[in-house]
């Protein structure tokens, strides 16, 4: 593994740490859980060139039959804006632990050029539906994360930094195949 994914994968772990208080402090709102994949079904899923290698690095270690399928769902989502990440199996992400930055931050609520970004899974009474009103499109937490998680965001903040990162081009996922 080349030198850039071995800090990609340092980040990952801080970052995941970063996560797990966000995820902490969010939990009341969060009815995300095993098998539950909406935010998997319907998206375009923006991925670094540095996300990307790290991801089929995985792909790479796959029995056979798997990488077959994978083969198969990204001939089946080509051309398309919205899809079903060609990498999720029967309601699973098949590479979970080499999911990128827009899989690990979906389903929170954070601020973003000074309004809350909400997963779309509140539209479906699901991540911050208790607190979300769908008519009026208001929410009301007291607790929002105060930094954008955004792909963009995120591979461009100081922890990106830390780990010195060149996390190339963001292209939607399909794109990259």
């Not at 309004?115 to 991540?127: D, S, T």
């Amino acid at each position: 593994m080349c030198i850039m994914l071995k800090r990609y994968e340092q980040f990952l772990k801080e970052f995941d740490k970063v996560l797990e208080q966000y995820n902490k402090s969010q939990e009341s709102h969060l009815k995300c859980q095993k098998g539950c994949s909406f935010c998997c079904k319907n998206g375009d899923y923006p991925f670094s060139r540095l996300e990307m290698e790290y991801l089929m690095n995985g792909f790479m270690n796959l029995p056979s039959e798997i990488k077959q399928k994978i083969r198969e769902n990204i001939n089946n989502v080509k051309g398309k804006d919205q899809y079903v990440c060609p990498f999720l199996i029967n309601d699973l992400c098949i590479l979970y632990e080499r999911r990128g930055i827009v899989c690990r931050t979906h389903g929170l609520a954070y601020l973003y050029e000074g309004n809350i970004k909400l997963p779309e899974c509140a539209n479906i009474g699901l991540n911050y539906s208790d607190i979300f009103n769908k008519k009026t499109k208001e929410i009301i937490i007291d607790n929002p994360i105060k930094e954008s998680l955004r792909i963009d965001s995120i591979l461009t903040g100081k922890l990106a930094e830390k780990y010195e990162l060149e996390s190339g081009d963001i292209r939607k996922l399909i794109d990259w195949f």
